[in-house]
């Protein structure tokens, strides 16, 4: 009894705790109905200049951008884009001169618009990817994501272009070596896809939302090219959604009692249109940004795909954010009006959210294995009648030890070890050269394992960041080349490719060279510069048979 | 036809040597299951096993053999990669098949350790060399009584209360303060047995040793068709090169002499069963005779 009840008083303060920081912030959260609200002026403000009297005729029409109805799909609601679809190719081949970007807004329109089987769409990623530095790259690789199948390009050449590209201070540019926000907002929203698969990804993301926070302004918003504006705040409020990030709970996004969605709503005019600058007049591209960040922030509230991966969900956002919706959403409401609650409950956090789905996420599955075997085995001891504390505090450390461990030891499928291709290092010092040989064993060995000129890997330029030793260029090359390596620790290599020291004879095993020279320490310690030539070399005397 | 342990001392240690020499030569997974399956076959058939017993073992075989691929890497069969090295199924496989040989081999000699008593250790070694047949039986004597006066010292520290047995860490701390006892009830033991084997004159002359077993006409052909099967398998092994590959790719041997190396050992390794089972046939149907 005692014990339950200290359980149930850490429980309490646990959740206090978590309640307390939650609202630690004070900044003022706008609640989803407000978000809807601000949703539906913009369409009722867009529909009313048009001259349209629903969102269905002005699809119709075809004279929607391709950002409304990208935003207009995703909302979810019912509507109907096949005759959109049509217009959109036939506006598409009357057009004279065609930009990569047009090219590429155009492919993904088409896909939004439920056509992504057109094999038009991967002719023009193929043609696009690449043409227009970044914003090329960035487009191209949401072409992939949904689904494009380029043939000189996959999600994975693109990535590392993108990543490539990333400037020192963490974030990208269209040129120079200053970042810009909205540039810098636009690649996260192509990588959020990827940031819980890919290690990579996941830092240069990581990185790029430190110089975003960074580069926030006191009321919440971002500015690009020195001027504080509506365009920047959207875009960093739909990269933020893509990642599952409520940007309103978000500490590293939350200024004084702003956030971004401060930053982005006191460019609201009071028609509902979005002015560029603050007091401004309409702006077009204001408005239209302003509209589908706010349909991918309530996609993120509602757990949803980023606002630029097309979902199979015909759902429609919750609450409702076509215009003449809110007297219905309100009438059914009225039992639960805060809908922002249950973006208060759970807190995403980038790391958090998407660890579990991609690179690693086994382990929170083998943890849960163990952690309910241990319950079973505690219930079967409780069942049978030994409840003697010491045996549950015991089952509880081993259950403990062994999460431990495997939090600990990293284990990866074949396929995502041995990656196929180097990595690409954007901290790069230089490079060195890679060779590893056997040739003392041709002609001594016939095993099949040996290959028949003695080499294993012939000479490859590998890229080096501040630090690397001889071991991680080698294990850089196992993964990206499939060589076996069997390592006791960071010092000694015992065997490569399936070749062992000591297989033949006492004096035999694998020794390396670094410009020629045998080191005197071990390959996990020596630090190689640019320029250096390593060679990883089986010798059957010592390494006397091989200077 | 007798039973095995019915059989001269000779004849049943060659027998014991060559079962377990065969597979722990040649490592090969047909060898390990033959001689895990005839000394099991044979543990059970004397009625040694208890059915906790073979838990034990079995969860002996299965650490045993998952151990091997944590540390043994070689093997082109990538399963996972731990860290920066590869989990292979080669290794999985040599683990399993190492561990059953290891197993068979325990299962062997519990049984040996049960048919040859001390005094037909004494026969056998006791002309050769008796100071080795002595160290022999007080050796395979100590076996059994550390675990009798385990058992006392436990049950006498149940009784004390110094450790009750429903939960987990009593339990270990009981068992280890008990092994610790152990330790010194051995060390001491030691002393007093020497000291008592002294004060009644051993080691003053030539000692000898009297045993009545003899060598019969059945010992001879038993003999002859254990060391014929034994040559048959490690000869064939040997000389054809019959050797099974783990690594780096798992390749077994050509299938004609090996099924001859298999055969000759299936044989070897199932004799004792085969003659267990044949007396008890032989009984029973002499008994339905009555």
Known sequence: MKNTKIILRAAIAAVLCAVALAHGAQAKVYTADEIADAIRGILAYELSQNGYDSVQSWLDSGTVSEWYAIGLRQSG????????????????????????????????????????????????????????????????????????????????????????????????????????????????????????????????????????????????????????????????????????????????????????????????????????????????????????????????????????????????????????????????????????????????????????????????????????????????????GRRNPKNFIFIIALATAACVIVSFVEIRAPEEYYTGAPKTKENAIGSVALIIRCDVLVGVATDEHIPADGVILPETEFLISEGDTVYDVLIEAARAYGIHTDTRGTNYIAGIANIYELDYGDLSGWTYLVNGESPSVGCGEYVLKSGDKIEWVYTLALGDDIR | MKRLEDYNPTTIFLYFLAVTVVPTVFVDPALAALSLSGAAAYYILRGQGRLRDFYVYGGLLLAMALINPLFRHNGVTVLFVMGNNPITLEATIYGFVASSMILSVILWFSTFSRIMTSEKLLYLFGRVSPKLALILSMALRYIPLFSTQAKRVGDAQKVLGLYKEDNIIDDIRGGARVFGVMVSWALENGIITADSMAARGYGIGRRSSFAIYKFTRADAALLLMILTLFGAAAGVSVLLGVSFTFYPAIKPPPSLPAAAVYSAYALLSFLPAALEVWECVKWKYLLSKI
């Not at chain 1, 408005?287 to 429609?316: M, N």
Request: hydrophobic share 40%; net charge negative; with cysteine.
């Open chain 1, 77 to 384: 609601e019912k509507l109907d884009f096949s005759k959109y679809g049509e217009a959109l190719k036939e506006i598409y081949q009357m057009s004279g001169a065609r930009s990569p970007a047009l090219s590429q807004k155009y492919a993904l329109a088409l896909i939004f618009a439920g056509r992504g089987e057109d094999e038009e769409i991967s002719r023009i990623a193929g043609e696009t990817i690449g043409a227009q530095g970044i914003i090329s790259y960035i487009f191209g690789l949401h072409l992939i994501t949904n689904g494009a199948q380029p043939e000189n390009h996959n999600a994975e050449s693109v990535i590392s272009e993108i990543l490539a590209l990333q400037l020192a201070d963490g974030g990208w540019a269209l040129s120079g070596a200053a970042s810009d926000v909205d540039i810098t907002a636009m690649a996260i929203q192509a990588l959020a896809p990827y940031y819980g698969q890919n290690i990579d990804v996941k830092a240069a993301v990581d990185r790029a939302l430190g110089l975003l926070s960074e580069r926030q302004l006191e009321d919440g918003g971002f500015a690009s090219l020195g001027s504080p504006n509506a365009e920047s705040a959207a875009q960093v409020i739909v990269a933020l959604s893509s990642l599952g990030v409520d940007i309103q709970q978000d500490e590293r996004f939350v200024k004084g009692t702003n956030t971004a969605i401060d930053g982005l709503l006191k460019y609201r005019r009071h028609d509902g249109s979005f002015a560029h600058a603050e007091g401004g007049e309409y702006n077009q591209s204001a408005t239209s940004q302003a509209y589908y960040s706010l349909v991918a922030y309530l996609r993120c509230l509602g757990g949803r795909t980023p606002l630029y991966v097309l979902d199979d969900e015909d759902a429609p956002l919750s609450p409702g954010v076509l215009p003449g919706q809110e007297e219905a959403e309100k009438g059914a409401d009225t039992t639960n009006p805060d809908t922002a609650d249950i973006s208060d409950t759970d807190l995403p956090d980038a790391s958090d959210e998407h660890g579990a789905s991609g690179k690693g996420g086994y382990k929170i599955w083998v943890i849960l294995g163990i952690v309910s075997a241990a319950a079973i085995v505690i219930s079967l001891f409780w069942l049978t």
